[in-house]
């Protein structure tokens, strides 16, 4: 395998919202595996703003707090527990991961499967219905022949 362009940290961080962002850090570690960066608590058990790291990868959340922004941004369960967009991490072992976060109680929507352009993967729903994919494909590393 090649690897392409890509070195160091990520620059591009997804940013989510939860309604109970104590609760989504804690389960966000235990489900899939992400670190605590940065965690700055707000009032009344809310969290103004968090950073979850996986491997060099970052997503960063907060508590769906009554500002102009969020007001901007709904929840899946205010759209009909769909989701308009889904945060793709690469794993090592597709499998293991799996296995961790149906332990944890995530709800699988696309079960496991070796894809047609490579890798393995899955997608599911957190605690709060968020949408994620998690597999083996990597986009920064070319397959050689």
């Known amino acids: 395998m090649q690897n392409l362009t890509h070195q160091g940290p990520a ?3 997804p940013a989510m919202r939860y309604r109970n962002a104590p609760a989504a850090i804690e389960w966000l570690g235990r489900a899939f595996g992400f670190e605590k960066h ?6 009344n058990d809310t969290i103004l703003h968090a950073q979850l790291t996986y491997r060099n990868g970052m997503i960063m959340l907060s508590s769906k ?6 007001q901007l941004i709904k929840q899946p369960e205010d759209l009909g527990g769909v989701e308009t ?3 793709y991490v690469v794993v090592d072992d597709a499998d293991a991961h799996y296995a961790q976060a149906k332990a944890a109680g995530a709800t699988i929507v696309v ?9 393995r993967g899955y997608s599911c729903k957190d605690l709060e219905g968020h949408m994620w994919s ?4 990597n986009p920064w590393v070319e397959e050689k022949d």
């Open 11 to 13: 620059t591009i961080s």
């Open 38 to 43: 940065l965690v700055v608590p707000g009032p």
């Open 65 to 70: 707090l009554d500002t102009a922004f969020n």
């Open 85 to 87: 967009q889904c945060p």
């Open 111 to 119: 079960d496991i499967f070796d894809a047609s352009y490579g890798g």
């Open 134 to 137: 998690f597999g083996t494909y």
